[in-house]
């Protein structure tokens, strides 16, 4: 059992980079992952590799709608929000 296990995590800019990587460590340690970024096809294969319930969006992060519906929909299907990574930027 992860140190995460149960718990769901939503961090920006996940499409590459520190963002992506924090996805992977975040999954391997049990966490359920809502990820958004800008790059739909890299957010899609991020998701396939890693093997935990979560959540992606292909969004700007500047935008308020497309933001309020990805958490939204994080809510819906992974329960509530635990913690908030803001990577994107």
Known sequence: ???????????TGASRGIGRSLAL??????????????????LSEL?????????TAAFDLSL???GLEFLAKVRAELGGIDVLVNNAG
């Open 64 to 66: 308020e709608a497309p």
């Open 25 to 42: 460590r975040l999954a391997a340690e049990g966490a359920r992952l809502g990820v958004c970024g800008r790059d739909e096809a890299a």
């Open 1 to 11: 059992m992860g140190a995460l296990e149960g718990r769901t995590v939503v961090v």
């Open 47 to 55: 998701e396939g590799e890693l093997g935990t319930p979560v959540v």
